[in-house]
């Protein structure tokens, strides 16, 4: 059973440009989560959702980031007009939807460097 | 809010001598309580979680932690620290009334052989 698998692992982009990352959960999940890591930081939630639905976003900049977790295909969290201090480790996570106690599973992650 | 503390940011340890990485949680509601770490340029695996039941739990590798409701702690504890437990350490805590976990700062843990 493949984990959460998130793409690229490294990602540059340069002030102004929009940056895409991707993030497939670990087969069976329904439930899709998005952190941000910034350098000595722990990790902060971001958006959470299900398929086709966003359920809390009450971590999202209200400007120039977006999330969707499409019927099919991966969780998609985009970044438009990056700045520098978007660089940071975006965590993408996911978990079962049997409840709220279920641990959830990490993938790699994306560093995205915005020179 | 919630809210978790890991009060310190790095601990040194002998090799073969026990370890402790502390976490305290804010007061709100129940907690979910997890411990999840972190190697170098990877993501977090997740080590143990309390929910209900026994305060002291049991997880991978070794580790345990035990719930204390009164101090509001979620300590993390190994009895003999190997090299390779040397890593960045993370608590997060839930709760019934939301998915997202809110992190710690981390703390590294650095097994000294």
């Known amino acids: 059973n493949a984990g959460v698998m998130q793409n690229p692992r490294h990602l540059v982009r340069r002030r102004g440009q929009e940056a895409r990352l991707r993030c497939s959960p670990m087969?069976?999940?329904?439930?899709v989560y998005w952190y941000r890591q910034l350098p000595e930081e722990g990790l902060k939630f971001m958006v959470y959702?299900?398929?086709?639905?966003?359920?809390?976003e009450s971590g999202m900049p209200k400007e120039r980031f977006s999330a969707e977790f499409p019927k099919e295909g991966p969780s998609i969290l985009r970044i438009q007009q990056v700045v520098r201090g978007d660089s940071a480790a975006y965590f993408c996570?996911?978990?079962?939807?049997?409840?709220?106690?279920?641990?959830?599973?990490f993938g790699p992650g994306t560093r995205l460097t915005v020179l | 809010a919630q809210s978790v503390a890991q009060p310190e940011d790095q601990v040194n340890v002998a090799e073969g001598n026990p370890l402790t990485v502390k976490c305290t949680y804010s007061?709100?509601?129940?907690?979910?309580l997890f411990w999840y770490v972190q190697y170098p340029n990877r993501g977090l695996q997740f080590l143990l979680k309390?929910?209900?039941?026994?305060?002291l739990v049991k997880g991978s590798y070794g580790f345990e932690a035990e719930f204390n409701k009164s101090q509001t702690s979620f300590h993390l504890k190994k009895p003999s620290a190997l090299v390779s437990d040397s890593a960045l350490y993370f608590c997060?805590?839930?709760?019934?009334?939301?998915?997202?976990?809110?992190f710690g700062k981390g703390t590294k843990l650095s097994v000294i052989p």
């Open positions: 087969k069976g999940h329904s439930h």
């Open positions: 996570a996911s978990s079962p939807p049997e409840g709220r106690g279920n641990e959830q599973f």
């Open positions: 959702l299900q398929k086709e639905n966003i359920i809390d």
């Open positions: 309390y929910i209900t039941g026994d305060n």
């Open positions: 997060a805590r839930g709760g019934a009334g939301s998915y997202q976990l809110t």
């Open positions: 007061v709100s509601g129940n907690p979910y």
